[in-house]
């Protein structure tokens, strides 16, 4: 069974515009970490966000939040005010274990197109 | 900043070949993954090593091994290529405990 889940293959938003990419992710673990990472078309894999599951408000890095849910254990990135920049490849991880050496999984991605 | 540097950005090896990459960090973490990136599957984890000589397999670790002889240094070695290992490899690092990984640049293998 898959860990983590995004059922978004590619998403398009107007420029200026916010977007939420999804995320849904399944452990057992009562402690584990979640994070956003970026790939643009260079290849780099750029870190945008983390929470961790014992963490009560929802993270938030310049235009970057995630909308953490931890019933639906989702955890939802929500860009704002979108630029063309925003342009690449979004993926979301998961840690199991905080303090440990626990391995990060990650989903399939989400294609993001910013439209101008 | 923390920097992991791949080895090689693109190599193309023969069917049958042994293969190896190479990753280094320099901001003595303990942790490094080696994972393989291919279109629509996103990011799977080949192994992954928490320590010098320490190492457990992720998920897709079949026709692949790892070595971690010095804290820096974790390789990925593919004991005899197949077509079926051309993909992205990427490699990362991160202290233990609930913090980001860093990245490499990937190696992008051909096996023809």
């Known amino acids: 069974a898959q860990k983590i889940t995004q059922t978004q293959p590619g998403m398009f938003v107007q420029e200026k515009e916010a977007v939420t990419l999804d995320c849904t992710y399944d452990t057992s673990d009562p402690s584990y970490g979640l994070f956003w990472y970026k790939q643009p078309s260079s290849g780099e894999m750029i870190f945008l966000i983390y929470q961790g599951s014992y963490d009560q408000q929802n993270a938030t890095e310049g235009r970057y939040s995630l909308n953490f849910q931890k019933a639906r254990k989702s955890a939802n990135l929500v860009i704002s005010a979108s630029q063309l920049g925003d342009s690449a490849m979004y993926f979301c991880a998961m840690r199991e274990g905080r303090g440990s050496q626990g391995n990060l999984i990650f989903g399939k991605g989400t294609k993001l197109s910013v439209k101008p | 900043d923390v920097k992991v540097t791949q080895s090689s950005r693109y190599l193309v090896k023969r069917t049958g070949e042994k293969v190896f990459l190479e990753c280094v960090q320099d901001?003595?973490?303990?942790?490094m993954f080696w994972y393989r990136q291919d279109p629509g599957l996103g990011l799977r984890l080949i192994y992954f090593?928490?320590?010098?000589?320490?190492?457990e397999k992720g998920d897709i670790p079949e026709g692949y091994s790892v070595s971690r002889e010095k804290k820096e240094r974790f390789s990925l070695i593919l004991e005899s290529a197949s077509t079926n290992q051309t993909s992205m490899y990427l490699c990362?690092?991160?202290?233990?405990?609930?913090?980001?990984?860093?990245f490499g640049q990937g190696t992008r293998l051909t096996v023809v």
């Open positions: 901001m003595d973490h303990e942790n």
């Open positions: 990362a690092s991160s202290v233990q405990g609930d913090t980001e990984a860093f």
């Open positions: 090593s928490y320590d010098v000589k320490m190492k």
